[in-house]
């Protein structure tokens, strides 16, 4: 045992605290426009095009930069990057809070994602770190994991509890506040890790990979606009041969941003297939639910709000209760229950009626918070022991990309369905839309638990 992890395992819990509470505001952070973009869009002279950018330009930040950010972690110093992640953060919803167009804040929220992406990766990195395995990692990840519930349960209220009180710039003010203070606390407080200098970085890997989930990402956005404009394909299309660019230069790479040989093992497929499915799934599904309860069932921003709690707090409640699970339980039962869980939550939120009670929705929304805090604290665990313990951040940032892309390709899958029906049939066809979505997000997760069912351990 050398002396940094010496000092690792007495900071144990200035580590869990400071990551978890940084992850939980990346979570708060992300969910800001979901029940801000109408007034944010008004102030702005925001169209269609513009807020449909609002909402994926952080996503799309965080997905480009999660893997590499992860990589950077593991040979430069998770902590560094941790905290260069949260000044990025305080700096973008700086500029957000004084964005005079459009463009700006989307520019903005797309920096808040860059910033996020190093927060996410490095810190379950920092956490796997502090807490090398056994009981103490699983409680350790439970923590983690009710920290994204907790982020998504109050961002969203928050967001229209401050907006009310002092406009939509309220947000990115106190998401700069709190980044600060985070980062003050951290700097004084997180213990410095032996980066891994022998390592060179993998610029060019870096490069496709950025850039080609860019471009999948954005095509993703356009499509949400209309499936048949020309950028739409150009972006897949160029976003693909890109990706495709990356996979066989990090096969051939002596220094790989992803190594590829982590795919011979079954856990690490296991979890990276769960947390795409997880994105796809159940998490698009619930991004959803705010456009359900406001324009179907005519339900303000701030209860929208605190009806996606009885989803994201119960995930709170559940991810902090996984601590006890038994050990017997291994992470591929734990991560297969979980999606199935959510597939019969997904499929209880079928069938609203325009203008009905919201209350026909709680059962399949407790539902789904109990199985995705399981689905977490699993995610969480598996995302680190699954990898090297000196690639931890990697893992994290392999897990967390799928999560990012799975959730990007569910929302716009869901959102062009809802928006379809809801032009060809008002408020009802609405519904028709929102119940076409619920299958097809139902059908991500049912398929992510059969493949991880069989990928082993």
């Given at each position: 045992?050398?002396?940094?992890?010496?000092?690792?395992?007495?900071?144990?819990?200035?580590?869990?605290?400071?990551?978890?509470?940084?992850?939980?505001?990346?979570?708060?952070?992300?969910?800001?426009?979901?029940?801000?973009?109408?007034?944010?869009?008004?102030?702005?002279?925001?169209?269609?095009?513009?807020?449909?950018?609002?909402?994926?330009?952080?996503?799309?930040?965080?997905?480009?930069?999660?893997?590499?950010?992860?990589?950077?972690?593991?040979?430069?110093?998770?902590?560094?990057?941790?905290?260069?992640?949260?000044?990025?953060?305080?700096?973008?919803?700086?500029?957000?809070?004084?964005?005079?167009?459009?463009?700006?804040?989307?520019?903005?929220?797309?920096?808040?994602g860059l910033g996020g992406a190093a927060v996410?990766?490095?810190?379950?990195?920092?956490?796997?770190?502090?807490?090398?395995?056994?009981?103490?990692?699983?409680?350790?990840?439970?923590?983690?994991?009710?920290?994204?519930?907790?982020?998504?349960?109050?961002?969203?209220?928050?967001?229209?509890?401050?907006?009310?009180?002092?406009?939509?710039?309220?947000?990115?003010?106190?998401?700069?506040?709190?980044?600060?203070?985070?980062?003050?606390?951290?700097?004084?407080?997180?213990?410095?890790?032996?980066?891994?200098?022998?390592?060179?970085?993998?610029?060019?890997?870096?490069?496709?990979?950025?850039?080609?989930?860019?471009?999948?990402?954005?095509?993703?956005?356009?499509?949400?606009?209309?499936?048949?404009?020309?950028s739409v394909v150009m972006l897949l299309v160029?976003?693909?041969?890109?990706?495709?660019?990356?996979?066989?230069?990090?096969?051939?790479?002596?220094?790989?941003?992803?190594?590829?040989?982590?795919?011979?093992?079954?856990?690490?497929?296991?979890?990276?297939?769960?947390?795409?499915?997880?994105?796809?799934?159940?998490?698009?599904?619930?991004?959803?639910?705010?456009?359900?309860?406001?324009?179907?069932?005519?339900?303000?921003?701030?209860?929208?709000?605190?009806?996606?709690?009885?989803?994201?707090?119960?995930?709170?409640?559940?991810?902090?209760?996984?601590?006890?699970?038994?050990?017997?339980?291994?992470?591929?039962?734990?991560?297969?229950?979980?999606?199935?869980?959510?597939?019969?939550?997904?499929?209880?939120?079928?069938?609203?009626?325009?203008?009905?009670?919201?209350?026909?929705?709680?059962?399949?929304?407790?539902?789904?918070?109990?199985?995705?805090?399981?689905?977490?604290?699993?995610?969480?665990?598996?995302?680190?022991?699954?990898?090297?313990?000196?690639?931890?951040?990697?893992?994290?940032?392999?897990?967390?990309?799928?999560?990012?892309?799975?959730?990007?390709?569910?929302?716009?899958?869901?959102?062009?369905?809802?928006?379809?029906?809801?032009?060809?049939?008002?408020?009802?066809?609405?519904?028709?839309?929102?119940?076409?979505?619920?299958?097809?997000?139902?059908?991500?997760?049912?398929?992510?638990?059969?493949?991880?069912?069989?990928?082993?351990?």
């Open positions: 045992m050398t002396t940094a992890d010496i000092r690792v395992g007495a900071n144990r819990a200035p580590t869990l605290f400071i990551v978890s509470a940084a992850t939980m505001l990346v979570l708060v952070v992300f969910t800001v426009p979901l029940t801000t973009i109408e007034p944010t869009a008004a102030a702005l002279a925001a169209g269609p095009g513009a807020q449909a950018w609002l909402l994926s330009a952080m996503p799309l930040g965080a997905a480009t930069g999660l893997l590499s950010a992860g990589a950077l972690g593991d040979d430069r110093g998770r902590r560094a990057v941790f905290l260069y992640g949260l000044a990025v953060m305080a700096a973008a919803s700086v500029a957000g809070a004084l964005a005079p167009t459009s463009l700006v804040l989307i520019l903005a929220r797309l920096v808040q996410m990766a490095c810190g379950l990195g920092l956490i796997g770190r502090a807490f090398p395995g056994g009981r103490a990692r699983t409680r350790a990840t439970a923590v983690w994991a009710a920290s994204l519930g907790g982020g998504v349960a109050a961002g969203p209220i928050l967001a229209a509890l401050l907006t009310g009180l002092a406009g939509w710039t309220a947000s990115y003010w106190a998401d700069a506040l709190a980044s600060g203070l985070l980062l003050m606390l951290g700097r004084s407080m997180l213990p410095a890790d032996e980066a891994r200098r022998d390592r060179r970085v993998d610029w060019l890997g870096t490069a496709l990979l950025m850039a080609g989930l860019a471009m999948v990402m954005s095509g993703l956005t356009e499509m949400r606009l209309g499936l048949a404009r020309p160029g976003g693909l041969a890109l990706l495709i660019g990356f996979v066989l230069h990090e096969a051939r790479g002596s220094d790989p941003l992803l190594d590829l040989r982590l795919f011979r093992s079954g856990g690490f497929v296991g979890a990276t297939v769960a947390a795409f499915a997880s994105g796809a799934g159940i998490l698009a599904l619930m991004s959803l639910v705010p456009v359900l309860l406001s324009r179907a069932l005519g339900v303000d921003a701030v209860t929208a709000g605190i009806v996606l709690c009885a989803w994201s707090a119960t995930s709170v409640v559940t991810a902090l209760a996984g601590r006890w699970i038994p050990d017997t339980w291994s992470p591929r039962m734990l991560l297969v229950a979980g999606l199935a869980g959510c597939a019969i939550a997904q499929l209880l939120v079928y069938g609203p009626s325009a203008g009905g009670s919201i209350l026909a929705l709680l059962p399949g929304l407790f539902l789904a918070g109990a199985a995705n805090g399981v689905l977490n604290a699993a995610l969480g665990q598996q995302a680190v022991a699954t990898v090297p313990a000196d690639r931890t951040a990697m893992g994290s940032g392999a897990n967390n990309t799928a999560r990012y892309l799975g959730s990007a390709i569910g929302i716009t899958i869901g959102a062009v369905l809802i928006a379809h029906g809801a032009e060809v049939g008002g408020p009802s066809g609405l519904i028709d839309g929102w119940d076409e979505a619920v299958m097809v997000t139902t059908g991500f997760s049912v398929l992510g638990a059969i493949v991880v069912a069989l990928a082993g351990d």
